[in-house]
């Protein structure tokens, strides 16, 4: 079955480390996003790729980086830069030209 | 002005009754909004999409936009304790390519 997997689910950080989120699809999707989610505030953009070798910050993307070597992975690195990095980070995927938006299952990442 | 504005809620209405969720939009440029069902600790799953002025309906669900006064809103009629769970609009700002821009959400709690 074509879906997008998001890994780990869960994921703990101690203060200065660097940590990568991996995310795969294998839906053909040209687009992919990294939307961070905090309670009570809905979805925010960090960073999104429309095709291979391209990509562009979205609102918050200061203290993270993304890479878009392959069509299908799109891993997102929160740097120590982050200061306040515990979110539920979710990772989606679409079409080219369409806005019906696939989601991963999501990690949640907690500092330590 | 928020790009987008939400009641949190939560809103609790009965088994059975109709729930009348809201969403209201600054950017009068916006021409695709959706609806989004989020389970607490999951990822959220598209119900929903209109482009139109006016209704769509789809099963117990109907969508309602009105461009001029720029809110959209979701109808859930029927409503199961299966339907309780947050709901958020979403939408493509003008200039905004494929990126979808959330409404922080409104939780629904559909009681016995």
């Known amino acids: 079955d074509g879906g997008i997997t998001q890994s780990p689910k869960y994921l703990f950080r101690k203060e200065g480390q660097n940590v990568t989120l991996s995310c795969e699809q294998n839906?053909?999707?040209?687009?992919m996003y990294w939307y961070r989610q905090d309670p009570g505030q809905g979805l925010r953009l960090i960073y999104y790729s429309q095709i291979v070798n391209d990509f562009q910050k979205g609102d918050i993307a200061e203290g993270y980086s993304v890479s878009r070597e392959k069509k299908e992975s799109f891993p997102l690195t929160v740097t120590s830069a982050q200061k306040n990095p515990t979110a539920f980070y979710l990772c989606?995927?679409?079409?080219?030209?369409?806005?019906?938006?696939?989601f991963g299952s999501g990690t949640r990442l907690t500092v330590v | 002005q928020k790009e987008v504005e939400q009641n949190s809620g939560p809103l609790s209405v009965p088994e059975g009754a109709i729930a009348s969720l809201n969403c209201t939009y600054s950017?009068?440029?916006?021409?695709?909004f959706f609806w989004y069902r989020q389970y607490s600790g999951k990822s959220p799953e598209l119900i929903m999409f209109?482009?139109?002025?006016g209704d769509k309906e789809d099963g117990r669900f109907t969508a309602q936009l009105n461009k001029a006064s720029q809110y959209v809103s979701l109808l859930i009629r029927d409503s199961q304790p299966s339907d309780s769970a947050t709901y958020l609009c979403?939408?493509?700002?003008?200039?905004?390519?494929?990126?979808?821009?959330f409404g922080t959400g409104t939780q629904l709690k559909v009681e016995l």
């Open positions: 950017d009068r440029g916006s021409q695709s």
């Open positions: 209109i482009y139109s002025n």
């Open positions: 989606a995927s679409s079409p080219d030209g369409q806005y019906r938006y696939t």
């Open positions: 839906l053909n999707h040209d687009a």
């Open positions: 979403a939408f493509i700002l003008t200039g905004g390519g494929n990126k979808l821009t």
